[in-house]
């Protein structure tokens, strides 16, 4: 298994701005060193990152390389730039390889790993302390199970301790176990629509949008876009951010008490339920994220009570209808990038069917043998997004759902433009678990609720 070491400079953007000269030359021999250590230690730098590296050790001794590094640029004299922080992570893992570059979420978990250290740190994870040798008088320090940004689960995170090391004492890390949310870890990695994330992150950053409403069809990825575009805002806001799930509810009277038990909030009960939680809220900094809005949409009166009592609080709200309320701003959530049909291999990078792959390959589905290849191995398919429901089928439905792959056999679907952005979850051409193709079975307005594409 490939172990990943990540490397950055603390602060480097304030280092450049305070003593450009020096910084270039610093960062010179910084990267001289670097490369230095990763050959030394049998690893290969893939990439240079601006004030980092991105390196793999398929052999060779990748925690060795940390530990001379940091050693190396302790003893460095930096000049005018003073101290140099480095921080640094590793991470083992299966990852996608593409050239000499590998993708995925094992790569990307080691990037958040990276986030959230400090400079002078060395963090591992579990994985790679399982398959790398520890320096000799190396020690590790259980710095305990963290969540990152990527919501996956819980990751259990080392420090790299030595006597050598310079600076051995660091703040607590800087991932999301340490901040107030209650954004629920995800079953499966999140996978691509980078611009969409950064996208609303902008908008959420305006002092005008105090209401970003998600909106798009059934399936389309609203709740997952949500989920992370809030996992990134997580620290934007003093008093946390918080996901209130409203796609239970039968009705609007139960929004008040949604929103208080998702902040764990108690009501003394002297005043009237709302009243009560609109004064809790009135001095908060906080973003609250409303999941699956739709079927609520009489109630939408009361984002606007919030809004107007709260006025550092934001909304980030997911439904396939707009709320209809004054000052809400729509992002619109479209399918996933996919390929075009004669596409062939140089689609496989398209986010559709990357996240396609990854369900297929997802233990529990339970996918009839050879599913998989012949899936993603079809030649001159067309190039279709799939569903895959809970019970496995797998449906053929373009735009309509992130989950696609080249299909054995091509299946013929009406041009992409002529779809509806307002085309329900339910799907026209289904393939079957047997492999033939046939009418779905579901409805073509599937309850707004829960569709068979939630997995
Ligand atoms: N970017 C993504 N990365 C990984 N999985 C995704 C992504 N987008 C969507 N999915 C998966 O696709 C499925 C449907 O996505 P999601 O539940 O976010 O859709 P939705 O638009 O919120 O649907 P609904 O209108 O029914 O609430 C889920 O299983 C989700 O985990
Ligand atoms: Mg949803």
Known sequence: MPVFLFTDIEGSTALWERCRAAMATALECHDALLVEYVAKHGGRILKHTGDGIFAVFEKGDPLACALDMQRGLANQDWGEVGELRVRAAVHAGEAERRGDDYFG??????????????????????????????????????????????????????????????RTEFPRLRSLSERLHNLPPQPTPFLGREKDVEEIGVRLSEGSCRLLTLVGIGGVGKTRLALQAAAEAVGAFAHGVYY???????????????????????????????????????????????????????????????????????????????????????????????????????????????????????????????????????????????????????????????????????????????????????????????????????????????TPMNM
């Open 105 to 166: 979420p094992t790569i990307n978990r080691a990037h958040r790993l990276l986030e959230a250290g400090w400079g002078g740190q060395v963090l591992i994870t579990t994985q790679a302390v399982a398959g790398v040798p520890l320096p000799p008088e190396a020690t590790l320090k259980d710095l305990g199970s963290h969540v990152f940004k990527d919501l996956a689960a819980p990751q259990q995170v080392y420090q790299l301790c030595h006597p050598g090391l310079v």
């Open 244 to 450: 209130v799930p409203l796609a239970a509810l039968s009705g609007e009277e139960f929004l008040t008490g949604a929103v208080a038990e998702a902040l764990g909030f108690a009501f003394h009960g002297r005043e009237e339920a709302r009243s009560e939680l609109l004064n809790y809220l009135r001095a908060k900094e906080m973003l609250l994220v409303w999941d699956n809005f739709e079927h609520l949409l009489s109630g939408a009166a009361f984002v606007s009570e919030i809004l107007a009592a709260a006025p550092a609080v934001k909304v980030l709200a997911a439904s396939r209808e707009r709320l209809n309320v004054k000052g809400e701003h729509i992002y619109e959530v479209r399918g996933m990038e996919f390929p075009a049909a004669d596409a062939g291999e140089a689609g496989d990078g398209c986010d559709a069917v990357r996240l396609f792959v990854e369900s297929a390959r997802r233990p529990g589905l339970d996918l009839p043998p050879g599913r998989q290849d012949v899936l993603r191995g079809g030649q001159g398919a067309g190039a279709d997004i799939v569903l895959i429901s809970p019970s496995g089928e797998l449906s053929a439905c373009p735009e309509v759902h992130p989950l696609a792959s080249r299909l054995a056999k091509p299946i013929s679907m009406p041009p992409t433009r002529a779809r509806s952005a307002r085309m329900p979850a339910g799907n026209p051409l289904a393939l079957s678990r047997d492999g033939l193709i046939r009418r779905a079975s579901r409805a073509e307005n599937s309850p707004p609720t829960k």
